[in-house]
């Protein structure tokens, strides 16, 4: 069996956190779904190094990694994918998407019920409403 780890990035800037949309179908999501800026850790690198790399490459973002948050498996196609989700703080940049994604937006944890995105992300930034204490 295949094992994929890796790591997803809810950023937090202002009291907002920042999702990307999926411009193409992946073996995660839809085109066109809401997600958290994240992907695979390469072989031999550390998971913190990895999500600051990752959110780099997808955003053109530099973050701080505050901590891990929750982590997170599933078997599917005898592929075992394990993803560590961290709690990060913007330091500086503009977003500048990679191609994997069309558009982004910064919502307001205060908007939180508002919005239309995933349970999981959902999930997520309750958990960072808890630490940050917005």
């Known amino acids: 069996m295949e094992v994929q780890i890796g790591t997803t990035a809810l950023i937090v800037k202002d009291k907002s956190f ?6 193409m179908q992946d073996e995660i999501g839809k085109e066109g779904s809401w997600t958290l800026p994240g992907g695979r850790i390469e072989v031999y690198e550390d998971p913190n190094k990895s999500v600051l790399r990752e959110v780099k490459e997808e955003t053109g973002l530099d973050v701080k990694v505050i ?28 977003v500048k998407l990679s191609k994997e994604h069309s558009e982004f937006a910064w919502i307001k944890f205060k908007d939180l019920k508002k919005v239309k995105l995933e349970k999981w992300i959902k999930e997520k930034a309750k958990i960072a409403m808890k630490e940050i204490k917005t």
């Open 18 to 23: 920042l999702v990307i949309k999926r411009a």
């Open 67 to 94: 901590k891990p948050i929750f982590v997170w498996s599933i078997k599917k196609d005898e592929v075992w994918r394990i993803v560590i989700h961290y709690l990060c703080e913007y330091k500086k940049g503009k």
